[in-house]
Nanobody, 127 residues
Framework: QVQLVESGGGLVQAGGSLRLSCAASGRTFSRNVMAWFREAPGQEREFVAAVSWSGDITDYKDSVKGRFTISRDNAKNTVYLQMNRLQPEDTADYFC????????????????????WGQGTQVTVSS
């Protein structure tokens, strides 16, 4: 049974940093696109960042470019999201997601293309 477990969320002041981790178990995802989404209260789940299996192709939501960095460690079956210069509008539950198939190779911003999801970790940024 596939499980994705996020960790690293918490309460931080504006301008601070957090590093989220998502550890996968039950299957190896070294050839699969992995991504982060977030869901703020009362809003739809939205794309944040995604990374190809090799780590050489990344994609980011415009508002997090230059502040967030997605990376992965295939040996640990884990994806990370380093979040710097956090702002109150980054407050949300953050979810990691994995595409089941190895194709297409490139990351996607569409929720429908991801088959496995974690339970989420809460990030709160105070002003």
């Amino acid at each position: 049974q596939v499980q994705l477990v996020e960790s690293g969320g918490g309460l931080v002041q504006a301008g601070g940093s957090l590093r989220l981790s998502c550890a996968a178990s039950g299957r190896t995802f070294s050839r699969n696109v992995m991504a982060w989404f977030r869901e703020a209260p009362g809003q739809e789940r939205e794309f944040v960042a995604a990374v190809s299996w090799s780590g050489d192709i990344t994609d980011y939501k415009d508002s997090v470019k230059g502040r967030f960095t997605i990376s992965r460690d295939n040996a640990k079956n884990t994806v990370y999201l380093q979040m710097n210069r956090l702002q109150p509008e980054d407050t949300a539950d953050y979810f990691c997601a994995v595409r089941s198939g190895i194709y297409p190779y490139t990351p996607s911003r569409s929720r429908e293309e991801y088959d496995y999801w974690g339970q989420g970790t809460q990030v709160t940024v105070s002003s």
